[in-house]
């Protein structure tokens, strides 16, 4: 089993940017799609990036494209999201997730592994 644990969060200003880190432990990141998810207090866990096991292909929810970036580093076991220009309804705890699938899912329900959060706050 992977164990996954983000950093980066924290507050900033609208159109201000982060880089969220997900480092991956037990078995290397390479054999898992990884996607980063987040979560808004009231409403549902929704997908915001994924990436493939390569980092060839990626994916982003409509609401980031143009804002966020999704990359990996497979030598480091490390998933990143780079986000800028952010808004204040980015405000979420962002859960970064791992998939033994080998296609990039956008349900949190096709990941089996996640970190515990990291609360990223933008304010107005």
């Known amino acids: 089993q992977v164990q996954l644990a983000e950093s980066g969060g924290g507050l900033v200003q609208a159109g201000g940017s982060l880089r969220l880190s997900c480092a991956a432990s037990?078995?290397?990141?390479?054999?898992?799609?990884m996607a980063w998810f987040r979560q808004a207090p009231g409403k549902e866990r929704e997908i915001v990036a994924g990436?493939?096991?390569?980092?060839?292909?990626?994916y982003y929810a409509d609401s980031v494209k143009g804002r966020f970036t999704i990359s990996r580093d497979n030598a480091k076991n490390t998933v990143y999201l780079q986000m800028n220009r952010l808004k204040p309804d980015d405000t979420a705890v962002y859960y970064c997730?791992?998939?033994?699938?080998?296609?990039?899912?956008?349900?949190?329900?096709?990941?089996?592994?996640w970190g515990q959060g990291t609360q990223v706050t933008v304010s107005s």
């Open positions: 997730a791992g998939s033994t699938t080998l296609w990039i899912g956008t349900m949190s329900a096709q990941y089996g592994f």
């Open positions: 037990g078995r290397t990141s390479s054999n898992y799609v």
């Open positions: 990436i493939n096991r390569s980092g060839g292909t990626t």
